[in-house]
């Protein structure tokens, strides 16, 4: 691995320990802020039901239950240059549990694509799934 | 009845094999196996063009594919084959039912198949849509001791005759009741609602004397029967009884052929032709013989059918519009006015009430109809602007599939006389009877079938009519009105519901089996709170994947409801918590994310793993991270841990131990997998989230269960997975194939923890796909390749069908194909589609 590319994947993990816990206290804690860490053209896939636009994941945030995340395992990797036009891109997958409001502590999986914006980190897309979601989907 | 049943069926179950893999139809009923050769065939879609001497071998049997996507059922798909083939021979053999492709066998049907190919090869449904068939000719060769339909009537009814039946005094009953159901036909499919199935049946009666001589009565109930005329068959018979109920027999002249029968008793309720005023007195006409009719002794019949009224002027008449200045003669007119349908036995009294119903608006009420061979008659009072509008379109009812039925207005024939029926009152006296006080319902289900209704159409799927019935319900039960039942009324328009608005105490509302072809229809129509709906057996179920977003979609509308279609659903806490197994950003991800699954994972699982590699980027990112509830272990799976610990990447981790890097490059990605346990991955389990989808780039996140599988020391060893890969674009062709994008992998980040309890429970349930891949292409897969190949070429189906066949369904071949045609200037500026 050459200098650059090591020293991309370092900065690649410390910009996921920061953003992740930037994101994790917003959404249990300051969850009406939380529209702001998103592209404007961002988009949020929860357990398989897409939202996208700020505002309207801003809504469909606000509208679940409280809740409580507790971050054990994170991973990222820098996406190359070219795919993206040369836009420095994250890409962070987190794992952990989370307790939503009378529900049992629960594993959830999340990733992230996060890209430069300015000086701020934005994410462009973002895929939560609760570990056994699909137990919960009735088969049809 | 479920909501579940008027999904389409190809959520009913993924396991259905596909047709084509296994192309031996093997017969239940013992007999001789048949196997189709789809390559010796001639293969036929979308045409009304084929060798005509192909049709004249009788010994050979013909294969036919339905295309029907998992919209419709078998029932409706061979209701569609029968409305085309009429009274030709049609006996489907090997019915085969598929996800999205129906087959079956035919032979020796040389008229109906021409008649399939009249119609350019499509079905036309129920709801209008076509549907698609591939007529594969000469597909099998026939040999002795193979299925047909003789033999297998002959069959059931020697087996029937061994076991005869008394009943009501008539001893010696074949009952040949449904023989769709007999084991006997369970290879075939012989309806006797086509006239020549029923000679067929009545043929292999009447040629053995013995059965023909010991009979006395011949139960033939629920067979779909049209045309009971074949059985004028058994003239010199001991049969004194028929049971024909339940079948489909439309006028009482039908039995008109039969004439020469010397039966005492017939059956016929459960039949349409029993809508009809006066049908027992019209069969009595034919049947001069008969003794008792549907159980009623004849004698009886004269006095029971005089409701009529009689005509004491002859009226004056009304032909079109050149009589319109006399007709506005009648404006304040309150005297009886005929209206006389001359259908000419063309079409059904059902028919002609609904092109009438579509033509007026407002109340209309007919009243006495009288339905005969040639002309149906009726009356009306007092709706001068309705018959108005069926002048305006010159007295004539416009029909499917037969030329106008002209109908002519007999003015002012009879006055208005104490007894004759009154629609208002009438309908009031229906609605006080079939109100049940102690459970404040209304029950409106068929409601034509009243007694109180006998002389009158009240006519539920007519809007206005449907907007009189409840505002009088409504205004006369006030608030101990409920419940209200409207099933099996063939509404179509919810409009009319707008007018329970005005009865608040109505909580339960039923609809189902009407003909409600859109959920959006009942937006802004109901503001009640209805807790309570059915709308089982409606048109709109079908336009619903899952039965989750049926459920969701109701709720929207009906936002207080806590029953559907007799199923609790509870409410939501937030509708933000809901779970999807899969998720697409783009439609057009579909078939990448469905290829890529089924190849990848069976690949990664192989000992060919390494070949993976080929799918990513030169400069590629991955990663591992790992997380194990240490408390989850057992002595069997202790230490199976530490492979994946050592590659354990992750940011969290205790900072002393050193993490490993990310792998970078291939080579360090195929060390990787080299080292990686064997595996099993049940795509049963996966979901799948497609989060973007571009020409450039591609996030594709998958999550799942795999094993690491029992050896001869160790037990399986399940673990739980999230992977998210990152493609770009590769190539792009350019010119014609601008679509073809190549992607490689450029990022693949894997994290694996311990299943959850219920993870473990849902997995490897399934047995594992079947690894041997190289086979001859499903029906499925032609179809599949065949949109693909249409979506690139542009071409019409006909010239894709040149092209796939001229490469044998290899896809590639068939590109090669096209480009060399394309190259030699010999595909025709018509060949492509318009658009």
């Not at chain 2, 070949?611 to 997380?627: A, G, H, K």
Request: charged share 25%; glycine share 4%; with cysteine.
């Amino acid at each position: 691995m050459d200098d650059a590319m090591r020293l991309k994947v370092e900065q690649c993990s410390r910009t996921a320990e920061d953003f992740t816990k930037l994101y994790y206290s917003s959404v249990d804690k300051r969850r009406h802020q939380l529209g702001k860490l998103y592209l404007d053209n961002g988009l949020l896939v929860w357990n398989g039901c897409g939202v996208t636009n700020r505002d309207a994941i801003q809504k469909y945030i606000l509208d679940l239950p409280a809740s409580e995340h507790n971050l054990q395992v994170l991973d990222a990797q820098p996406v190359v240059d070219d795919a993206v036009s040369g836009q420095l891109t994250f890409l962070i997958s987190a794992a952990g549990t989370v307790k939503f409001q009378d529900n049992p502590m629960r594993p959830f999986q999340q990733n992230f694509i996060i890209t430069a914006q300015g000086d701020k980190w934005k994410i462009a897309s973002d895929c939560y799934r609760l570990q056994d979601s699909l137990s919960t989907v009735k088969s049809d | 009845m479920s909501m579940h049943r008027n999904l389409p069926r190809n959520n009913q179950g993924t396991s259905h094999s596909d047709h084509g893999m296994d192309d031996l139809i093997t017969m239940k009923a013992g007999y001789k196996p048949i196997r189709i050769n789809r390559v010796g065939s001639q293969s036929y879609y979308q045409t009304s063009s084929y060798r005509n001497s192909l049709l004249n071998a009788s010994y050979t049997w013909h294969l036919i594919d339905v295309h029907h996507r998992g919209m419709y059922s078998k029932a409706d798909i061979l209701d569609a084959f029968f409305n085309i083939i009429g009274d030709s021979e049609f006996y489907p053999v090997g019915y085969k039912e598929g996800r999205v492709t129906d087959m079956f066998i035919v032979r020796g049907c040389k008229e109906a198949i021409q008649k399939l190919f009249h119609r350019e090869l499509s079905l036309r449904m129920p709801d209008h849509k076509l549907v698609n068939l591939n007529i594969s000719l000469n597909a099998a060769q026939y040999s002795s001791g193979q299925i047909f339909p003789q033999k297998v009537l002959e069959k059931i009814v020697e087996r029937q005759f061994k076991r005869l039946e008394t009943t009501d005094q008539i001893s010696n009953v074949l009952n040949l009741q449904q023989i769709g159901n007999f084991a006997e036909a369970a290879d075939i499919i012989i309806n006797l609602g086509s006239k020549p199935a029923l000679e067929l049946l009545c043929k292999v009666i009447a040629q053995n004397h013995n059965i023909l001589n010991t009979i006395n009565g011949l139960n033939l109930i629920k067979n779909n029967i049209t045309d009971p005329s074949p059985l004028k068959e058994f003239v010199h018979s001991s049969i004194k009884m028929i049971d024909l109920r339940h079948n489909n027999i439309q006028h009482p002249h039908q039995f008109n052929e039969l004439k020469c029968l010397n039966v005492d008793e017939l059956y016929v309720s459960g039949n349409p032709c029993t809508t009809e005023m006066n049908y027992l007195d019209e069969i009595k006409k034919y049947l001069p013989t008969l003794k008792k009719l549907d159980g009623i002794s004849t004698e009886k019949i004269k006095q029971t059918s005089t409701d009529t009224i009689e005509m004491m002027y002859p009226g004056d008449i009304i032909l079109d519009d050149r009589d319109r200045v006399s007709f506005t003669m009648y404006r304040t007119s309150d005297m009886w006015c005929q209206v006389v349908v001359e259908h000419k036995g063309k079409c059904t009294k059902r028919n002609i009430l609904k092109a009438i119903f579509e033509i007026v608006e407002g109340e209309f009420f007919p009243c006495y109809y009288k339905a005969s061979r040639i002309e149906d008659t009726f009356f009306v009072r007092c709706c001068h602007d309705q018959l108005e509008s069926l002048l305006d379109v010159g007295l004539a009812l416009r029909l499917p599939d037969c030329d106008d039925i002209p109908m002519t207005l007999k003015m002012n024939v009879s006055d208005f006389k104490k007894g004759h029926v009154e629609p208002m009152k009438a309908i009031i006296a229906a609605l006080s009877t079939r109100f049940n006080v102690m459970d404040k319902c209304l029950n409106l289900e068929s409601l034509h079938t009243s007694p109180e209704l006998k002389n009158v159409i009240v006519c539920l799927s007519h809007p206005h009519t449907l907007a009189t019935v409840l505002t009088t319900a409504s205004r006369r039960f006030l608030v101990n009105l409920e419940e209200i039942r409207l099933g099996k009324n063939r509404i179509s328009s919810v409009k009319a519901l707008k007018t329970l608005n005005s009865a608040r105490s109505i909580k339960i509302l039923d609809l189902n089996n009407n003909l409600i072809e859109n959920l959006k229809d009942f937006e802004n129509i109901i503001k009640i709170p209805i807790t309570e709906l059915n709308l089982d057996g409606n048109p709109l179920c079908k336009n619903f994947k899952t039965a989750g977003d049926y459920v969701r979609q109701v709720r929207k509308i009906f936002p207080e409801l806590t029953k559907l279609d007799g199923y609790p659903i509870t409410k939501q806490v937030s509708s933000a918590m809901r779970v999807e197994r899969n998720f697409l950003c783009s439609l057009e991800a579909y078939g990448f994310v469905d290829h890529f699954i089924n190849h990848y994972f069976p690949i990664f699982d192989s000992p060919l793993r390494s070949q993976l590699i080929e799918m990513y980027d030169r400069r590629c990112i991955v990663s591992l991270s790992f997380n194990y509830d240490a408390s989850k272990l057992n002595s069997y799976t202790t230490g199976r841990t530490r492979k994946y610990e050592l590659l354990n990447r992750n940011l969290l981790a205790d900072p002393l131990v050193p993490t490993p890097n990310v792998m970078y490059k291939k080579d360090s990605v195929l060390d990787f997998f080299k080292y990686f346990p064997a595996s099993e991955h049940d795509l049963f389990s996966f979901t799948t989230d497609v989060t973007i989808f571009t020409d450039k780039l591609v996030c594709l996140t998958v999550s799942g269960i795999f094993q690491e599988p029992a050896t001869i020391t160790d037990v399986e060893f399940r673990l739980a997975f999230t992977r998210t890969f990152l493609f770009k674009q590769h190539a792009t062709e350019l010119g014609i194939f601008k679509n073809t994008n190549e992607y490689k992998i450029i990022n693949d980040i894997i994290f694996i923890t311990n299943p959850t309890n219920d993870q473990l429970k849902m997995s490897f349930r399934y047995s594992k796909p079947n690894k041997t891949k190289l086979q001859e292409p499903t029906v499925e897969d032609k179809e599949y390749l065949f949109v693909m190949f249409q979506r690139m070429t542009g071409l019409k189906n006909i010239w894709c069908t040149r092209c796939f066949e001229d490469a044998n369904w290899d896809f590639k071949k068939a590109l090669e194909v096209f480009i060399k045609l394309n190259q030699e200037n010999r595909i025709p500026d018509s060949a492509f589609s318009e658009s």
